[in-house]
């Protein structure tokens, strides 16, 4: 296959993760928002392909009283951008179908991520009529989070089609701690959703109560998220730290490493943040899209650390091959 | 600094700025609550089972009040459907409390308003349905104590929705067919919380905090 095709599709795929986060950063947009429920039905949004921007064009069997036009449209949006992203994911399998056939590294994962986006639809349909059921609404985004992570792990197989020297000059096991940050910053998730949800369920149950009081309320789950939040903090930027330091990073991987430890400093602040101003909403959106990025960055620095593995192992093959020729 | 760095950050603060702008565009409208200045005057009414319901059981509950008749055809079903929402949606907070005053006694008997009651899913006694056998009392009431008018009873009944703090006095008055209705009395009543912690003390002691299912 010709270098053009794998830039091209190098192209088409850091266009999707682009798209995938913009998407990341709506559904948060409408979980803390709370439009969630600005569309009452789906796909079409009270019984309109175009919904309604006042309540005049509300159709009759609906409430206007429960009308709002901002939290509709900021629920259709999510939904919109999710058919754009969809598109996208459509057309990269095609290209991996078409010119990757024999790459297996490619092709399944593509395959993968366009069969998991049209899950990922379905939830989002489960999500509507199963009123905000929390544990549908936390497995559609950590579902966004596995095909975030697909799309990453096509673009960087992609990506070592055209670099094949590698990003460093590692000893191998280093990736596999990273991959073990990753599989923690995704349970850290699980653990914020869960913070999240706990919050919303005491500001249903208590309404009379302010954003300090659900936050004492749900002190447990909260200094569970924030204590291993800090170790984890604590860990990116201890490991970085020191694979920037003992080992040569390409400048690509450098700056992945880097980000990834800004990143978790920046959430650690946020997250402290949150808790002594009471749980600003924007600061939400901007945690939770946060986090949704470090899974990203986490997720690069592990493949390219992977792909500078292989590449030693390879170089030490071959020149035991020389020395035994 | 480097030229991507650059665009990410930019980026991301305008993101932000939108999602910002975004939330504040679905905020409902600021809630401003009236200075404490008037205290409902001594008044005796009974509930629904015919039990007195007077001044002293304003105080220490933060009460939202309305006048309505069980046979009113317009207004006063949307009313009694918003108050029973609110009703469900402060389950877990006894000392927020709705009463319902009738502007149509005659018809209005204690039996009448507890299948009144009934019809609108009432199990407590945080929502009560008040009456006076002397109409010109409920006017006094209605005119001097809330201040709003009650001219061609019953059909001409205020529709507002008061809210009294827990000293019994008048802080808030909400159109009934507001769309953010719902909205803006959760502010005001987290609002008068604020202010007389006492209320919501109860729904913190309840302590029967359970985990989402």
Same mark, same amino acid.
């Given at each position: 296959?010709?270098?053009?095709?794998?830039?091209?599709?190098?192209?088409?795929?850091?266009?999707?993760?682009?798209?995938?986060?913009?998407?990341?950063?709506?559904?948060? /947009?409408?979980?803390?928002?709370?439009?969630?429920?600005?569309?009452?039905?789906?796909?079409?949004?009270?019984?309109?392909?175009?919904?309604?921007?006042? #309540?005049?064009?509300?159709?009759?069997?609906?409430?206007?009283?429960?009308?709002?036009?901002?939290?509709?449209?900021?629920?259709? /949006?999510?939904? *919109?951008?999710?058919?754009?992203?969809?598109?996208?994911?459509?057309?990269?399998?095609?290209?991996?179908?078409?010119?990757?056939?024999?790459?297996?590294?490619?092709?399944?994962?593509?395959?993968?991520?366009?069969?998991?986006?049209?899950?990922?639809?379905?939830?989002?349909?489960?999500?509507?009529?199963?009123?905000?059921?929390?544990?549908?609404?936390? *497995?559609? *985004?950590?579902?966004?989070?596995?095909?975030?992570?697909?799309?990453?792990?096509? /673009?960087?197989?992609?990506?070592?089609?055209?670099?094949?020297?590698?990003?460093?000059?590692?000893?191998?096991?280093?990736?596999?701690?990273?991959?073990?940050?990753?599989?923690?910053?995704?349970?850290?998730?699980?653990?914020?959703?869960?913070?999240?949800?706990?919050?919303?369920?005491?500001?249903?149950?208590?309404?009379?109560?302010?954003?300090?009081?659900?936050?004492?309320?749900?002190?447990?789950?909260?200094?569970?998220?924030?204590?291993?939040?800090?170790?984890?903090?604590?860990?990116?930027?201890?490991?970085?730290?020191?694979?920037?330091?003992?080992?040569?990073?390409?400048?690509?991987?450098?700056?992945? #490493?880097?980000?990834?430890?800004?990143?978790?400093? #920046?959430?650690?602040?946020?997250?402290?943040? /949150?808790?002594?101003?009471?749980?600003?909403?924007?600061?939400?959106?901007?945690?939770?899209?946060?986090?949704?990025?470090?899974?990203?960055?986490?997720?690069?620095?592990?493949?390219? *650390?992977?792909?500078?593995?292989?590449?030693?192992?390879?170089?030490?093959?071959?020149?035991?091959?020389?020395?035994?020729? | 600094?480097?030229?991507?760095?650059?665009?990410?950050?930019?980026?991301?603060?305008?993101?932000?700025?939108?999602?910002?702008? $975004?939330?504040?565009?679905?905020?409902?409208?600021? $809630?401003?609550?009236?200075?404490?200045?008037? =205290?409902?005057?001594?008044?005796?009414?009974?509930?629904?089972?015919?039990?007195?319901?007077?001044?002293?059981?304003?105080?220490?509950?933060?009460?939202?009040?309305?006048?309505?008749?069980?046979?009113?055809?317009?207004?006063?079903?949307?009313?009694?459907?918003?108050?029973?929402?609110?009703?469900?949606?402060?389950?877990?907070?006894?000392?927020?409390?709705?009463?319902?005053?009738?502007?149509?006694?005659?018809?209005?008997?204690?039996?009448?308003?507890?299948?009144?009651?009934?019809?609108?899913?009432?199990?407590?006694?945080?929502?009560?349905?008040?009456?006076?056998?002397?109409?010109?009392?409920?006017?006094?009431?209605?005119?001097?104590?809330?201040?709003?008018?009650?001219?061609?009873?019953?059909?001409?009944?205020? =529709?507002?929705?008061?809210?009294?703090?827990?000293?019994?006095?008048?802080?808030?008055?909400?159109?009934?067919?507001?769309?953010?209705?719902?909205? $803006?009395?959760?502010?005001?009543?987290?609002?008068?919380?604020?202010?007389?912690?006492? $209320?919501?003390?109860?729904?913190?002691?309840?302590?029967?905090?359970?985990?989402?299912?």
């Amino acid at each position: 296959m010709s270098e053009r095709a794998v830039i091209t599709f190098q192209k088409w795929a850091i266009a999707t993760v682009f798209a995938v986060y913009f998407l990341i950063f709506v559904g948060g /947009l409408v979980r803390v928002s709370g439009a969630g429920l600005g569309c009452p039905d789906w796909p079409r949004c009270y019984g309109m392909w175009i919904p309604p921007t006042s #309540v005049e064009q509300l159709p009759p069997q609906y409430d206007p009283l429960t009308f709002n036009p901002v939290l509709t449209w900021v629920e259709y /949006l999510n939904r *919109l951008v999710g058919v754009v992203v969809g598109l996208f994911i459509l057309v990269l399998a095609g290209l991996a179908i078409r010119n990757f056939a024999k790459q297996v590294k490619i092709l399944v994962p593509s395959i993968a991520a366009l069969i998991l986006v049209a899950f990922q639809a379905w939830l989002g349909k489960i999500v509507v009529v199963s009123d905000l059921h929390p544990f549908i609404v936390t *497995l559609h *985004l950590m579902m966004a989070l596995v095909i975030v992570s697909l799309l990453i792990y096509v /673009l960087m197989q992609a990506r070592q089609m055209r670099n094949p020297e590698g990003e460093c000059t590692v000893e191998s096991k280093q990736s596999k701690i990273v991959l073990g940050l990753w599989i923690a910053v995704m349970l850290q998730i699980a653990l914020g959703t869960q913070v999240r949800e706990t919050l919303e369920w005491l500001s249903r149950k208590y309404p009379l109560l302010n954003e300090f009081d659900w936050l004492e309320q749900a002190r447990a789950i909260g200094i569970l998220h924030s204590a291993y939040g800090t170790l984890l903090a604590g860990a990116i930027v201890g490991i970085g730290r020191k694979q920037l330091k003992e080992h040569q990073l390409s400048p690509f991987l450098s700056d992945v #490493v880097k980000c990834s430890i800004a990143i978790a400093l #920046v959430q650690l602040v946020v997250g402290m943040l /949150l808790v002594k101003l009471g749980i600003p909403q924007t600061m939400q959106v901007f945690h939770q899209w946060m986090s949704s990025l470090l899974v990203g960055f986490v997720m690069t620095w592990f493949l390219g *650390l992977k792909a500078a593995e292989k590449k030693q192992m390879r170089v030490v093959q071959l020149s035991s091959v020389e020395l035994t020729a | 600094m480097k030229k991507w760095a650059i665009t990410a950050v930019v980026a991301v603060i305008g993101l932000m700025m939108m999602s910002l702008s $975004v939330i504040q565009l679905a905020q409902v409208p600021e $809630v401003k609550l009236l200075e404490p200045l008037q =205290t409902l005057p001594e008044f005796e009414l009974t509930d629904q089972f015919g039990r007195p319901f007077t001044n002293a059981d304003l105080k220490g509950k933060l009460t939202v009040a309305e006048f309505i008749f069980t046979r009113c055809p317009s207004a006063c079903p949307v009313m009694s459907r918003r108050t029973a929402e609110l009703y469900n949606l402060y389950e877990n907070t006894p000392k927020v409390q709705f009463i319902s005053i009738t502007v149509d006694p005659d018809y209005d008997t204690e039996e009448v308003l507890q299948r009144y009651a009934k019809m609108h899913g009432v199990t407590d006694e945080r929502w009560k349905f008040l009456r006076h056998p002397n109409l010109q009392t409920i006017v006094d009431l209605c005119e001097k104590g809330f201040l709003m008018a009650a001219e061609k009873l019953p059909a001409g009944h205020p =529709t507002k929705l008061v809210v009294l703090d827990a000293r019994g006095a008048i802080r808030a008055y909400f159109d009934y067919n507001d769309v953010n209705l719902i909205a $803006v009395m959760k502010l005001a009543l987290r609002r008068l919380a604020e202010e007389f912690p006492e $209320v919501k003390t109860v729904a913190k002691l309840s302590g029967e905090f359970k985990r989402p299912n």
